[in-house]
């Protein structure tokens, strides 16, 4: 009995320092690389999920910059060519009536799409006074001439002469000329106080023009194919200007926050919904040449669903969701 017991304890023994040599050799070393694996993956995938809004953000970014740009170069073009020109006329459009009237409004009507060929974006031009009135050019803008002249960006531009300023109108929500307009659509408000250089008259206050931003088509596309959540537009306070696509819990957000999501490349985390437990992550960018920013949000847990290689960005494609708030 004693061989035999020995030897049925040495195999035990056998069988017990595999089994442990197995466990510390094998299968511990391979689920701690599977950890590490999946930690090393699950980061890149997030940054290359964050790399991917940044593209986006770029792309709307840019987009809106041109617009301003643009819209700014325009504006200045009409009010300063052959010495204030044009305020001149406005202001005779002002003050004549009868006959006097309709040539003077006919001869401004006539140099505004002169000036504006190319560009179709643009949905008016005004003339506000100092005495009050206003003479508009293309479309009459229905909005009350008191909320206009309430206007942050209207005080901003009467402040500061000679300086072109921007005010922005989320058309889904305000209507600003009598014809029918299609909803969810940015329009830039880009403002101009004048001076005697550019009104000898002294009757104009602020000369406007309301364009169509590209913006509004970006944003579409992104938010009808998915793409990388959800954006929108928040001036230099924080307020929504453009975006929220008629979601009020999102506007409120972003209300009771004002000054949180500052103009710059950055991640914040928050939750959306006071009543929800869902955490979403926010990535925020300046937009150039203005005080806005955009803010891109999703879901966080969605953040690896968002992975997109750059081939497939520059195709349009990727496998995106759509948060729903």
């Known amino acids: 009995m004693g061989p035999r017991w020995k030897r049925n304890e040495k195999n035990a023994s056998l069988t017990h320092t595999y089994y442990r040599s197995f466990l510390l050799l094998i ?25 991917t809004i940044d593209a986006v953000q770029e792309n709307i970014a840019t987009a809106l910059s041109n617009d301003v740009r643009t819209n700014a170069l ?41 000036a504006m060929v190319p560009s179709q974006a643009i949905v008016a031009g005004g003339f506000y006074m100092k005495g009050g009135g206003a003479v508009y050019m293309k479309e009459t803008i229905v909005l009350p001439e008191e909320e206009i002249r309430a206007e942050p960006w209207y005080g901003e531009a009467v402040e500061r002469p000679n300086t072109v ?5 989320d058309t889904s929500r305000v209507r600003l000329t009598g014809n029918i307009q299609k909803g969810n659509q940015l329009v830039v408000a880009t403002a101009l106080a004048t001076d005697l250089a550019t009104d000898k ?97 999703t879901k966080e847990a969605s953040l690896p669903e968002l992975y997109a290689s750059p081939a497939d960005l520059a195709a349009g494609g990727g496998k995106f969701h759509y948060p729903r708030l």
């Open 74 to 114: 325009q504006l200045s073009h009409f009010v300063c060519i052959n010495g204030g020109e044009f305020t001149q006329v406005a202001a005779e459009v002002h003050n004549s009536t009868g006959s006097a009237w309709y040539e003077a409004d006919q001869l401004l009507q006539r140099a505004f799409r002169t």
């Open 165 to 169: 300023v921007l005010g922005g109108y």
């Open 27 to 51: 299968v511990i070393p391979l689920v701690l690389v599977f950890m590490v694996a999946e930690i090393v993956i699950g980061y890149l995938i997030r940054n290359a999920s964050i790399e």
């Open 201 to 297: 008259s002294g009757e104009i206050d602020v000369v406007t023009f309301f364009t169509i931003s590209q913006i509004s088509d970006v944003l579409a596309a992104q938010n009808r194919d998915g793409n990388m959540g959800f954006s929108v537009i928040l001036d230099g306070s924080g307020q929504v200007i453009y975006g929220d696509m008629g979601k009020e819990a999102v506007r409120d957000f972003f209300g009771q926050r004002l000054g949180e999501f500052p103009p710059g490349s950055q991640t914040r985390r928050a939750a959306l919904l006071e009543e929800g437990n869902c955490d979403y992550f926010f990535r925020t960018r300046a937009i150039p040449d203005t005080d806005w920013s955009v803010v891109t949000f």
